[in-house]
């Protein structure tokens, strides 16, 4: 991945300046390479001598719980007492890290929007940002933002900066972003990253199994369940499958936010699906999660149809309509994307 030049030297311009007030933010439902990137890029900061929060919309998932300093995040949704909104009106700079769209902050949008007169930084890997940040580092060929944000560490600071918590954090962004390395943009310069972490001293096999061998018991039944319940259709040679979950039956099973990360996954190991989508219900929408293989633009499909947007190969929006109402206007947008 090729970083401007003078973009580093602009972003070692706006930090020069000492013990400056920093807020790290990212995107709704957290995922690894969210709270990773932020995580490492708040250690990066504080190396420098600067006062750093991370500001996350909503709780992350427990599978991450184990992670150095994660106590130090702050959730935005659960700040009863205007904490969060003060450090982000008193903030000098704001990271947004793994978005870029505003909206997709939600409840958090309007204090990063308006109510702060900090410059604010774009560090993201998706696709089309809007051009409303100060400085923006917008690479949707890196394959996580943590990989984005060891390649700046890099160019910043130096490899000899990087420690082994950093390392820790990078690497659970890598590690999830990228399918555990089986999805796109698996580069030399990648691997070459995660012998750098390795070097640095991280765990791997631990770092793997805190993660993926952590689930509760009724996360796995979920799944099950969530199989039992997928349905498929064949459009024009493209097969589709689609699950969807209602909050009724999430609550028989004790959902917790995290236990559906992953489920789209599994239809697309049925050797001719090439699309999967999951419909969960929430308290005031049905979250929408998709992904492709191949040559199928998830992003275009998620813009199109479910106010959303994300990767080529994976993406997400929202639905108001109830999941019946949600499936219909999915199966008929379906039919449409793949007429001819
Ligand atoms: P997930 O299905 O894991 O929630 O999201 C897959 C990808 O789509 C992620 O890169 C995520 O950032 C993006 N994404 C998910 N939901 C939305 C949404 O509502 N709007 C936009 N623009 N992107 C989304
Ligand atoms: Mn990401």
Redesign the pocket.
Known sequence: MKLDKEKIDRLREILSPAAQNIVIVS?T?P?GDAIGSSLAWKALLETMGHHVTCIVPNKYPYFLDWMSNISTLRIFKDDHNGECTRLIEKADLIFCLD?N?IA?LEGMSDAIANNTRAKRILIDH?LDPPHVYDLEFSHPESSSTAFLIYSIIKELAGEEAITPQMGEAIYVGLMTDTGNFSFSYLTPELFRAVAVLVEKGIDIPQINSAVYNSFTEDRVRLLGYAINKMQTLRTNNVGVAYIGLKENELRRFHFQVGDSEGF?NYPLTIRDIQMSAMFLETKHFIRV?LRSRGDIDVNVF?RRYFE????KN?????SYLDMAKTIDHFRKAVEEYFAQ
């Open positions: 995107h439902n995922d978005f769209q997709r998706h789209v999660s998620a959303g947007g994300g990767h994976a993406a997400g929006g929202k």
